[in-house]
């Protein structure tokens, strides 16, 4: 079974540039999620969707930050424009709904705004 | 608001000793905690979770304790072994809810 697939990998942009990242969350889980991952710290929930719906968006700073999640299964997650603050990895990850659900991650995307 | 934390960056141990790496939390609502271990360039992988009604979920040579009165929980790898060696973050959630991570422990076992 494939797993949560992330792409790009690697994005090095200048500042002010914008740039968006894609996910591919594992097939049939409904619950999708975008973390932020700074150096020597653990991810940070940016955004939760059950479905198309945005659940939980309260961490997602908003003057710059977009994410979308059409038809309920691939998603994006934007940023215009990029500040210098912004350089981390980027988590995409899935789970099915219910209780004690397990989130299953992709390999991120390593964002370098110079 | 730190509401999971790890105490201890790095950890240290002897191929084939055991490994305890801890995490505390101050969120009472947290109803099920998980850990997660993450190799370089990779993303985190669910290793082992345990529910709050429970004090004890073991997997193979994975151990998970929860000390509910402390708020405490730990990971016990018995034996740790090289392939081991990565940064292991806890979490804890509430159903239907986000996860909250700690900051993680890079493990390293040596040979």
Redo the contacts between chains.
Sequence with gaps: EAGVVQSPRYKIIEKKQPVAFWCNPISGHNTLYWYRQNLGQGPELLIRYENEEAVDDSQLPKDRFSAERLKGVDSTLKIQPAELGDSAVYLCASSLQGPHTVAFFGQGTRLTVV | DQQ?KQNS?SLSVQEGRISILNCDYTNSMF??F?W?KKYP??????LI?I?SIKDKNEDGRFTVFLNKSAKHLSLHIVPSQPGDSAVY?C?G?T??????????TQLTVNP
């Design positions: 999971v960056p109803d099920y998980l997660y360039a990779e993303g985190p992988t669910f979770s529910s973050f979490a959630g159903s239907g809810s986000r996860l909250t991570f700690g900051e993680g």
